[in-house]
């Protein structure tokens, strides 16, 4: 019963996509990342390295899910607004999309056995620009309006893998297939008086290939400290590493007289590896603060063969987590929900017109429980992205996300 209530959200859910434009830098590479799936995991600054949870999925370290003692589902919602300004004007563009799903399985309790499968967005690309331009036509300037647009993203399909070694010291491996497309879209209308066809080109991109994320996780430290009030000390890394993707493309003339395909082909477009590093401990048995620190080699990335100006992403970020203990014995709704909040700071991977672009973001976030082990998770983020000097433009950015995860027990190998 559960699995069908399951599978109708996600039916829902994949076709609620709405696009009005978004980020003009995200038509540069593959778009913009995305690092977290969860609306736990953006009220908590989009990365958790070493946080494990008995009530969550999280798979950005897969040995983080090591400690899952039931059967989980989990899937969402985001909602991605962005106000773009620059000295001129300014414009709002929002959207939905579908987060993606994840299932993680128990398999041994004792040896941190836990299986993982999913199917999350990587990437988004969504954008739009209309400009005025000119050219000399017989001798006289003459305006057009430019039109630039792109959609589409990576998105990937993924198996996992958690074992605890000797030492309490915990192991993670995920299998991933990368798959997605992007189309970037330029069109240049010209008067109608004027003796020329519009013109519109096309160019399409097809991904392909595999990649693996390798991710360990310390046992608790908290020994250290020597006090009663620190429990959960942990280290945690992880390893991103994506294969030469296979990547099918083609370049589309569109005139008023038919299409023209002129040129198409198969090129290898790699991506950089990812490397994440990150502690938690828990304080007072009420409160988890988290410390990460995410590095991605993006001075690396190659199209076709050739190597393409980004500047290497470092992402920096603080965050906490109010997660009552003894919330199931609590007696009203508000001593039951857990609340998360968080900073950042990342050097993102663009840099245009020789100004590198940074992005400052606070987040927030609740979870609400229903039914024993399930719950409805909220989070929300707040960003600055770029400047409006140097011709250049600035970027709100009001990202909201919700989930829903479920658990129960299955195939869980009772004692007797």
Request: charged share 20%; no cysteine; net charge neutral.
């Amino acid at each position: 019963m559960l699995m069908k209530k399951i599978f109708a959200v996600i039916l829902i859910l994949s076709t609620i996509v709405s696009a009005q434009g978004g980020s003009v830098y995200s038509k540069f590479g593959v778009g913009d990342l995305i690092y977290s799936n969860s609306a736990r995991s953006l009220g908590l600054g989009n990365i958790t390295v070493a946080s494990p949870s008995e009530n969550y999925i999280d798979f950005f370290n897969p040995a983080s899910i090591y400690r899952l003692s039931s059967t989980r589902f989990e899937l969402g919602l985001n909602y991605n607004g962005i106000q773009i300004e620059n000295n001129i004007d300014k414009r709002f563009y929002s959207q939905y999309s579908f987060s993606g799903f994840t299932l993680a399985i128990p398999i041994e309790k004792e040896l941190g056995i836990v299986s993982v499968l999913g199917l999350v967005p990587v990437s988004r690309l969504e954008y739009e620009v209309v400009s005025t331009e000119s050219f000399d036509y017989n001798g006289t300037v003459k305006p057009f309006d430019a039109r630039y647009s792109g959609s589409g993203g990576l998105s990937k399909i993924f198996i996992g893998l958690s074992y605890k070694l000797p030492f309490n010291y915990t192991l993670g491996f995920s299998y991933e297939y990368y798959t997605g497309k992007t189309e970037n879209i330029s069109t240049a209308d010209f008067e109608t008086l004027l003796a020329l066809r519009d013109v519109e080109y096309v160019r399409k991109n097809k991904y392909s290939g595999a990649g693996a994320t390798f991710g360990i996780l310390s046992p608790d430290l908290s020994n250290i400290f020597n006090s009663k009030n620190v429990k959960e000390f942990r280290f945690g890394a992880s390893v991103n590493i994506i294969g030469e993707l296979k990547n099918d493309t083609s370049l589309t003339s569109v005139t008023s007289i038919g299409e023209l395909q002129f040129r198409s082909g198969s090129i290898n477009t790699k991506l950089p590896y990812r490397f994440g590093l990150g502690t938690s401990l828990i304080l007072n048995e009420k409160y988890m603060f988290m410390l990460n620190f995410l590095h991605q080699k993006w001075s690396d990335f190659q199209y076709n063969s050739n190597i393409v100006k980004f500047n290497d992403v470092n992402k920096f970020s603080l965050a906490v987590e109010y997660d009552n203990p003894e919330k199931r014995f609590a007696s009203s709704l508000w001593e039951q929900i857990d609340l998360r909040g968080g900073l950042s700071f990342e050097q993102t991977q663009y840099s245009i017109n020789g100004e590198d672009i940074m992005k400052y973001s606070i987040f927030a976030g609740f979870s609400i429980p229903f039914g024993g082990r399930n719950s409805i998770d909220f989070g929300f983020e707040y960003g600055v992205r770029g400047v409006k000097e140097s011709g250049l433009l600035k970027e709100n950015l009001f990202n909201a996300a919700i989930s829903i995860s479920f658990g129960e027990i299955w195939f869980i190998r009772q004692d007797r």
